[in-house]
C-alpha cells in the first residue's frame, strides 16, 4: 500500500498517501485519560478531483488493514472477558475513543497530536527529499474531521466472519468511516472507489 500510493507513477496518480505505519503515541503525552493504541497506517487524503491538490487541502486518515478472514472478529478476552481481539468491533471502540473530545474543546488532544505529527513527519520526509512523498505533493491545508479507512484483503466470499463483525461494529460518530474497494487489482486507492461503511454494511 505505501509503495502503490506515496511512489512511482501510481503514488502522483492516486488520492491517498501514508505518512506513517505502526503509528502510536505515548502514554506520557495524555497521562489523564487512556492513550494506548496503534494504527496499522496514518494518512492523507489529497483528491485530484474538484481541485482540492490546487488548495493543497487534506484529510487526515486513520488505515487499518486486514488480511484473511480469521483477522476481522473482536473476540473477548482477558481475564474477565472485557477486552476484546483485535477485529474491526475492537478498531472502531478504540478510535472512537481515541477521537471523542476533551472537556470544553472541540477535539481530542490525541488527535490534534496525530493531526501535528502528520504534518511533521510529512515536511521532515519532503524536507529529506525521500522518495515516500508524492512528487506533486507540496504544502498542505489540513482540514479537521478525519476518514477512517478499512482495507479488507484476501477475504473469502462465501465466509461469513466479515458479515458477522460489520453488525458488531459500535456506533461511529467522530468520523467517516469507509471501506475500500479497488479498481481491477493492487492498492493504489481512490476517492471514488470508497464506500460509506454504513451503506457497505
Request: glycine letters at 8%; a neutral charge.
Amino acid at each position: 500500500m505505501v509503495r502503490d500510493n506515496n511512489r512511482h507513477v501510481s503514488g502522483d496518480k492516486s488520492d491517498y498517501m501514508i505518512v506513517d505505519i505502526e503509528y502510536a503515541q505515548s502514554p506520557a503525552a495524555f497521562p489523564d485519560r487512556e492513550c494506548n493504541f496503534r494504527f496499522d497506517m496514518v494518512g492523507l487524503r489529497w483528491p485530484a478531483k474538484g481541485g482540492g491538490r490546487g488548495s493543497g487541502a487534506v484529510t487526515p486518515v486513520i488505515m487499518e488493514m486486514k488480511t484473511g478472514d480469521a483477522a476481522l472478529a473482536s473476540y473477548p478476552t482477558g481475564p474477565e472477558g472485557k477486552d476484546l481481539s483485535p477485529g474491526l468491533a475492537k478498531h472502531v471502540r478504540d478510535i472512537e475513543s481515541f477521537l471523542a473530545s476533551d472537556s470544553g474543546s472541540a477535539t481530542s488532544g490525541p488527535y490534534e497530536l496525530l493531526r501535528c505529527e502528520l504534518r511533521r513527519t510529512f515536511e521532515v520526509k519532503q524536507r529529506l527529499g525521500l522518495p515516500s512523498i508524492p512528487e506533486r505533493m507540496k504544502g498542505l491545508e489540513i482540514t479537521q474531521k478525519p476518514e477512517v479507512l478499512f482495507v479488507i484483503a484476501n477475504h473469502q466470499p462465501k465466509s461469513k466472519a466479515f458479515g458477522k463483525e460489520l453488525l458488531r461494529l459500535p456506533e461511529r460518530l467522530h468520523a467517516d468511516y469507509k471501506v475500500a474497494t479497488v479498481q481491477w487489482m493492487g492498492y493504489a486507492l481512490f476517492a471514488e472507489n470508497m464506500r460509506p461503511l454504513d451503506e457497505f454494511v
